[in-house]
């Protein structure tokens, strides 16, 4: 077997990617809404784009939102400053950018399926939605409680490393902008063996007069990264002399952000989940208000996966929903382990549990998993699985030990 079938790779961007940019905008109203009205309707798309004359922030959508007004404009230039873009050459200034809107209400057609307000509210929209869980991070102590594919899990936390250094000043040289991308080898039976490869793409100031060369300039963004960034990230066991590593493999990468590279809210939805291992339905999830399944219902499949995985009911779980609009019931659970459910359980005995376990109805996930709150700007950079759920965030990747006894025992 070649090499080339026992590796995979996913990638990730940091919170100043132009797309995250976006999906961070469409979050940060969605936050606003919620705070002065848990039960807003809101879906919010933005698309961010710079030029040499500047740059400009387009905000479209359906919102219903009890009074006051919320300032969209204002939300929109505060996230984008507090991301970095404060200054034209980083790729936008939110001080100065334009900003057009292009917001109307919810349209009566959907509130009318959707605003019961019990344990009846039906779903935002149809479609189908994908949980995933893996115990293939359990091995490593550091990575252990995640259960996710470790090529996900390394590479979002990579770049939110990336942020945190910019943000702290432990590499002031750094701008907002920014990539990673880990390859794990596996070795027989899908275990992982080790880092195949990293590479990280970093926004940087132009520092050609203190290094004077291009070459000297990317030598030493690359003993930095390595230092702060990559050390502190990947756990040492994975990591050898023959890990391949790349840093900004152009060679420079000043120019980003939206002046090189437009954006849109949802750009990113693998990104966003598994890194390409395990399936996804297409919805993506940034800006859109708890009643949209696209969202609640993706966060309650990988709370459910989770679950099984922690019960040791199998190795890899997937767990697939799919909705009716207006429709409190799901259409269809289906629960797939890819032949790693334990000796004496099927997938069908799994599924069966699972859906004595957990409500799939949109407001039982909502009550379940506390969503009607401004949760929700925290998850639009660094991934939305995989994360330590602290101060009631990410509750969907809490696991209760409860929920563990009764799928083991029923």
């Not at 000043?254 to 939805?269: E, M």
């Not at 919805?283 to 709370?303: E, I, L, N, Q």
Request: charged share 20%.
């Amino acid at each position: 077997m070649s090499h080339e079938s026992l590796l995979f790779t996913s990638e990730s961007v940091t919170a100043g990617h132009p797309d995250k940019l976006c999906d961070a905008i469409s979050d940060a109203i969605l936050d606003a809404c919620l705070q002065q009205d848990p039960h807003a309707r809101v879906a919010c798309e933005t698309m961010v784009k710079g030029t040499d004359a500047g740059s400009t922030i387009i905000l479209a959508g359906e919102i219903t939102c009890a009074p006051p007004k919320i300032d969209y404009e204002a939300v929109a230039r505060k996230t984008a400053a507090a991301i970095g873009y404060t200054d034209h050459a980083f790729g936008m200034d939110a001080k100065t950018c334009d900003v057009q809107l292009l917001i109307s209400t919810q349209s009566p057609e959907i509130s009318q399926g959707v605003d019961q307000g019990d344990i009846n509210q039906g779903a935002g929209d149809q479609g189908l939605m994908f949980g995933y869980a893996t115990d293939e991070s359990e091995t490593y102590p550091a990575l252990s409680g995640h259960y996710m594919p470790l090529s996900a899990l390394l590479s979002q936390a990579l770049t939110r490393r990336l942020t945190e250094v910019r943000e702290n000043g432990l590499l002031p040289w750094a701008r907002p902008d920014g990539k990673s991308q880990v390859t794990i080898e596996y070795g027989a039976y899908g275990t992982p063996r080790r880092v195949w490869a990293v590479v990280i793409a970093i926004q940087h100031d132009d520092m050609l007069t203190q290094f004077e060369t291009e070459d000297a300039e990317h030598e030493f963004i690359k003993a930095e990264i390595h230092k702060h960034v990559i050390e502190p990230i990947i756990p040492p066991e994975l990591i050898d002399s023959n890990t391949d590593i790349i840093v900004n493999g152009t060679g420079r990468f000043v120019q980003g952000g939206p002046h090189a590279d437009a954006g849109v809210t949802g750009r990113k939805i693998i990104v966003d989940t598994y890194g390409g291992m395990g399936r996804h339905g297409g919805g993506a999830f940034s800006g859109k208000d708890p009643s949209k399944v696209d969202r609640s219902a993706t966060y309650a499949a990988r709370w459910a996966a989770k679950h099984v995985v922690a019960a040791k009911l199998a190795k890899r779980c997937e767990i697939q929903l799919a909705y009716a609009i207006g429709v409190a019931e799901p259409v269809s659970v289906r629960v797939t382990t890819d032949g790693t459910h334990s000796a004496g359980i099927t997938d069908e005995e799994i599924s069966r549990r699972v859906r004595n376990c957990f409500d799939f109805r949109p407001r039982g996930i909502i009550q379940q998993l506390n969503l009607l709150r401004p949760i929700y700007s925290a998850t639009s950079a660094g991934g939305h699985f995989g994360r330590e759920s602290l101060d009631g965030y990410f509750t969907w990747e809490l696991l209760d030990s409860d929920i563990i006894a009764t799928l083991q025992q029923s």
